[in-house]
C-alpha cells in the first residue's frame, strides 16, 4: 500500500504566500513523477506543476512566475511553494506521484499512478 498525505493548505489573503507538502509513504522502491493539480467548485481538476526524478519541471501557464514545485527524494517528498497568491488559486490542491512498487514494476516501466487526499487553499480578496 502506497499513501500521499498532503498538508500546508489553509486561508490566507491575496498577495500571500503558501507551501504545500506531500509526503509519498509504503510500498516505494522508486517514485518517477510527481505533481499537483488542483480542483476549483464547478471546474474540472487542472494540472498545477510536475517534476521528473531528475528535476525537469512543467507548470500552468496560470501559475508561472508565482508557484514553485519541488522534491526531497530522499524523503519521497513534494513541495508547493505558492506566492503571489490570487483568489482565483482557491481550489483543492491534490499531489499526485507515478510510483514503482518493485524493482519488477520498474524493470518492466509499469509505474502505479497515486492521488493524495487534497488540501485546501483559500485565497481571500
Known amino acids: 500500500q502506497v499513501q500521499l498525505v498532503e498538508s500546508g493548505g489553509g486561508l490566507v489573503q491575496a498577495g500571500g504566500s503558501l507551501r504545500l507538502s506531500c509526503a509519498a509513504s509504503g510500498s516505494i522502491f522508486t517514485i518517477n513523477a510527481m505533481g499537483w493539480y488542483r480542483q476549483a467548485p464547478g471546474k474540472q481538476r487542472e494540472l498545477v506543476a510536475t517534476i521528473t526524478s531528475g528535476g525537469n519541471t512543467n507548470y500552468a501557464d496560470s501559475v508561472k512566475g508565482r508557484f514553485t514545485i519541488s522534491r526531497d527524494n530522499a524523503k519521497n517528498t513534494v513541495y508547493l511553494q505558492m506566492k503571489s497568491l490570487k483568489p482565483e488559486d482557491t481550489a483543492v490542491y491534490y499531489c499526485?506521484?507515478?510510483?514503482?512498487?518493485?524493482?519488477?514494476?520498474?524493470?518492466?516501466?509499469?509505474?502505479?499512478?497515486?492521488w493524495g487526499q487534497g488540501t485546501q487553499v483559500t485565497v481571500s480578496s
Open positions: 499526485a506521484a507515478e510510483i514503482y512498487t518493485s524493482a519488477v514494476a520498474a524493470y518492466m516501466a509499469k509505474e502505479t499512478n497515486y
